[in-house]
């Protein structure tokens, strides 16, 4: 199992290494990167592709093997699991309401901005009070999970 973490390990750090080649020395606007480029890429992106997905089988097999632990842990049942996701729904859908509330506000805002810029402060209680939608959304769920 630890061979495919350390694969999986020096995979990324392959990929990182060519970021940061690429990063130094870029690529200059219509030319053809080196001969290398194309199957280095292609061979670290397929090794940590295989490498993952056998670490998931492997891991699966493992997991079942073992036997089942003799403490006194919760266990996750079917409802518990049922009401941990109704617990996240408020903040999902208040996340996504302040997504859809903060993007008018900091097109208008900037908008104003720019042809008056005094009014920044104004602007910026605005938006806080868009984002304000989302922090109400994580507090319900904080005191539904305090129920549970």
């Known amino acids: 199992m630890y061979w495919l973490l350390t694969l999986m390990t020096l995979s990324l750090l392959g990929l990182i290494a ?5 990063e130094i020395r870029p690529l200059s606007q219509g030319a053809n990167g080196p001969r290398w480029l194309k199957s280095t890429v292609v061979v670290n ?3 940590f592709v295989l490498a993952q997905m056998a670490l998931l089988f492997l891991g699966i097999q493992e997991v079942m093997a073992e036997p089942v632990a003799t403490e006194a842990a919760r266990e996750i049942t079917v409802g518990l699991g049922l009401a941990m996701i109704g617990i996240g729904i ?3 859908f208040a996340s996504i309401g302040a997504g859809i509330a903060v993007g008018p506000v900091g097109a208008a805002s900037l908008a104003v901005i720019a042809e008056k810029p005094e009014t920044f402060g104004r602007t910026l209680v605005y938006l806080g009070l868009a984002e304000g939608i ?11 999970l305090g129920k549970l």
């Open 45 to 47: 992106l397929l090794t």
């Open 18 to 22: 060519m970021g940061i080649y690429f």
């Open 134 to 144: 989302a922090i109400y959304g994580l507090v319900v769920s904080i005191l539904l």
């Open 90 to 92: 408020p903040t999902a």
